[in-house]
């Protein structure tokens, strides 16, 4: 079916719910303030050194693809708010695609459309989740043509790649099942012709997108990021891996069996799906605070019902057992919508875009704003700390914040555990008067997550106040305060 007749065959109530999601995408990301993680990637985009770029890339954790796409919008001084924008455009193209190629039932599709999988947290909240969004579905939609589109298909594959580490498991065993099966088509068929050399090419792409990725990731072990978010008990980690691979190889020796039997109809599809999922819970279980990274599930699921009803389109008839009645594409239907409805209870998926709308996600615009009318363009700034301070710098209209920890402008924070690192007060104090020795006073902007050790008490009680943001105000904690600093 063709691109235009599934644009007019799409019913009309689908169409309405997709406007109502983009209006309520807009209307939310108006309101939303971006948080320190969101400003990291755009001053990336916007300031890194390309010679520098791998070196960044491995203390950040995170492949290159979202910086690629924010990095002509970034560097051409496109305002900041282009970041959200960015990814709200790319999860409601997603959106689309899912509504015009997925095979799921109408009233699946509606379920999905006004689920957290396309409201807020992956389109409002800009991060590289958009991207696994819109290429998870683009996948989908071309995994059952793969052998005709192989050089689309591994492409896909290989930007997957490049968007997130909870990503990899499930491009890596799409590349690998598909590797796997062509090599045993090519040895029944004697492989030659244009197909075979397509899916060659389309087979190394991936293959490409490993290789740098491992480029990419040479340093990470150097990483403070690293350090604070794996479990520090390494028995854990080798355990998780380990099972992993135990079960890798299982699923491995399965595929190379003859699929002969009825059994294995699905054989492809329930490997990816088994392996996508424990690549995901073994870096949930191996990292801290990833609970809210669980929408990686959710593209796992939707891909793996999706491909399973592009095969399994019968109805059951009356005497159909019922293991084939559970099985049947209505019940996937059913699972699908109870996972999603169960998965938005459980995650509270609506409660932080209506916290969003009540309060600030940041104050960082607030703060920033008031740097660039009542501070001089000349004036001496400097920080408390550059992980919560960072996400002024792109509202800042000709001003600098210095770090006195690393000792220059503050952009992207440098997560090198060489370069990121804690100070007491008096240092700070000491390392501001070393790199303004012509200064009397300073303004500092103290954020409220400080990397200083030894504050005084009193400290706001004898400096000389010109913001403070409202305590608790904040979804994120990102309160700010702007004081003048006596270096005498």
């Known amino acids: 079916m063709g691109i235009r007749t599934r644009i007019k065959s799409l019913p009309i109530y689908l169409y309405i719910i997709f406007a109502v999601v983009v209006f309520v995408n807009v209307y939310l990301l108006v309101c939303h303030e971006p948080w320190r993680d969101e400003a990291q990637a755009w001053l990336i985009a916007r300031d890194v050194k390309i010679s520098d770029l791998f070196l960044v890339l491995s203390q950040e954790g995170h492949p290159l ?78 995994y059952h043509d793969r052998s005709r589109h192989s050089v689309l ?28 099966s062509f090599l045993k088509s090519r040895k029944i068929n004697k492989g030659s012709g244009e197909s075979s050399k397509s899916s060659i090419v389309g087979l190394l792409l991936p293959f490409l997108s490993i290789v740098l990725l491992v480029a990419e990731f040479s340093g990470i072990f150097t990483s403070v990021a690293l350090s604070k978010s794996i479990v520090s008990e390494k028995p854990i980690l080798l355990a998780v891996f380990g099972i992993i691979a135990a079960l890798f190889l299982a699923l491995i020796a399965a595929l190379v069996l003859n699929k002969r039997s009825s059994a294995f109809v699905y054989l492809n599809e329930t490997i990816i799906g088994a392996m996508t999922v424990a690549w995901q819970i073994a870096v949930f279980f191996v990292y801290r605070h990833m609970t809210s990274r669980w929408i990686t599930i959710v593209y796992a699921i939707v891909f793996i019902v999706w491909i399973i009803l592009d095969i399994k389109k019968e109805t059951p008839n009356k005497d159909a057992s019922f ?23 459980v995650t509270h998926g609506y409660s932080l875009a209506i916290k969003d709308i009540q309060s600030a996600y940041s104050d960082s615009k607030n703060a920033a704003e008031f740097i660039n ?45 060489r370069c990121l690192h804690s100070m007491s007060y008096t240092q700070f104090v000491d390392t501001c008067r ?13 954020s409220r997550e400080t990397a200083l050790t030894d504050v005084p008490e009193d400290l706001f009680d004898y400096v000389k106040m010109l913001y403070q943001s409202r305590f608790d105000s904040t979804i994120y904690k990102e309160e700010y305060s702007v004081f003048i600093l006596d270096l005498k």
């Open 153 to 180: 298909y591994g492409f896909l594959i290989a930007l997957l790649f490049q968007t997130h580490m909870l990503m990899v498991g499930m491009a890596f065993i799409l590349w690998y099942v598909w590797l796997l």
């Open 65 to 142: 693809l979202w910086y690629a796409v924010l990095f002509p919008f970034a560097r051409l001084g496109i305002p900041y708010i282009a970041l959200n924008i960015i990814s709200s455009l790319l999860v409601d193209t997603a959106l689309f695609f899912l509504l015009l190629f997925a095979p799921f039932r109408s009233i699946t599709k509606a379920v999905l459309a006004v689920s957290p999988m396309f409201v807020y947290f992956v389109s409002v909240i800009s991060r590289s989740y958009s991207l696994c969004a819109l290429l998870v579905i683009l996948i989908a939609a071309v």
């Open 323 to 345: 293991l084939k009645r559970l099985s049947c594409p209505m019940a996937l239907n059913i699972y699908l919508i109870l996972f999603i409805v169960g998965y938005t209870i």
């Open 373 to 417: 009318e009542q501070i001089s363009s000349d004036s001496i700034i400097v920080c408390n700390s550059e992980e919560s301070c960072n996400a002024l710098v792109p509202y800042l209209d000709g001003r600098t914040i210095y770090s006195p920890f690393s000792e220059r402008e503050l952009s992207f924070v440098n997560r090198d555990a």
């Open 434 to 446: 070393r790199m303004f020795p012509d200064e009397k006073s300073i303004y500092c902007v103290f």
